[in-house]
């Protein structure tokens, strides 16, 4: 591991920021206030064309405000030299930006080496961000950005807007290119990735459910960015401040809700495993021991692979590595259910693997383990509808009576 101190995050506080841009009526940015603290990740979600690209480049001064301020670490960044500024700020677009010219190993030490760091010192660096990011450094060290898949080129991207360990990170919709599997995959990599060392992140995207899965504040943005609320996923999906809130976040809340709650908040629990390489004999033993349907196979790395029935194996003439059925989908510990109950659905076993780093086995999750968290988000949805209709003391005094006469406990209408 580097020996560089880790990244404890930076406050960043946007005062009455403003951008006009030269030919426009009216303002692209208009008078945003924003506090961010210390390693908090804050989402800004709107609309296409409200103003969120032109906000984070105001934060590492790409684009320079026409009124306002913003601090960092309550550091004035109009005083401190863009170049300079840039350095402690991490920058991830969409589609990684990668310089095309260069290998995976150039985009990265980018930074390092404008530092001054030794050679040797960039080279640690490199395979350790690379890694950082679910990247094999021996696989991938040489190759141009053109030899890379989207979700490849968006972790290269990651890896070096991390490669100086910068304690702010932006990100401008970095997951907007990628397909729908690839980015919760990314997603849920992400907070992990946000844990440890904190840092601060500003990310902008135009989808509510990711804003819901990442932030641990969300601003949702209107025109002009305007900040119609700023506050938890929670708060924004159960109490929207108004109907432009509502009505861009809002719908289909108890839905959305499923995106808050994670895999690890569940029961993980273990199934009967083999490898590729077991001897027949053996995983038939097993099918008949646990005297379960199906086993799950593990390739060399144990890596899930297929899902293997007793008919399968006898099919496949005993082979576990040619029989049964390909897992379509994993989650990891970080995936909300919301991306379970997809991957349960994809995979129709009934159960969805949960993989750790480098997509190694480590649990499964059963769709009634799911159903019952949806049961109870859907409760609790239904109990704060109720909450709002009634008004809450009228509602705690219809509890108290329904305890006290010993009755369901519904609302008396
Ligand atoms: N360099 C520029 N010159 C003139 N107008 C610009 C410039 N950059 C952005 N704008 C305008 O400012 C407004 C806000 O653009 P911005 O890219 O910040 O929005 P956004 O919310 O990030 O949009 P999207 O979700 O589509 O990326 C838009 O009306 C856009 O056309």
Known sequence: MSSRPSAAGATVELEGLTKRYPGGARPAVDRVGMEIGAGETVVLVGPPGCGKSTVLKMVNRLVEPSEGRVRIDGRDVARTDPVRLRRRIGYVVRGGGLFPHLTVAQNVALVPRMLGEPADRVRARVEEVLDLVGLDPGAFHDRRPHRLSDGQRLRVGLARALAADPPVLLMDEPFGAVDPTTRSRLQDELVRLRREPRRTIVLATRDVEEAVKLGDRVAVLGEHARVAQFDTPEAVLVHPADAFVSGFAGAGAALKRLGLARVRDVEITDCPTATVDDPPRYVLDRLCADGTEEILVLDRWGRPRTWLGRGDLLRAGGSPARAGRPVRSTVTRDATLRDALEAVLADRAGRVVVTGRRGAYEGVVGVETLMDSVREL??????????????????????????????GGEARA
């Open 378 to 407: 859907l409760e609790a949805g239904r109990l704060e509808a109720l909450e709002a209709r009634y008004g809450l003391e009228e509602l705690r005094a219809d509890r108290t009576y329904a305890a006290q006469e010993g009755v």
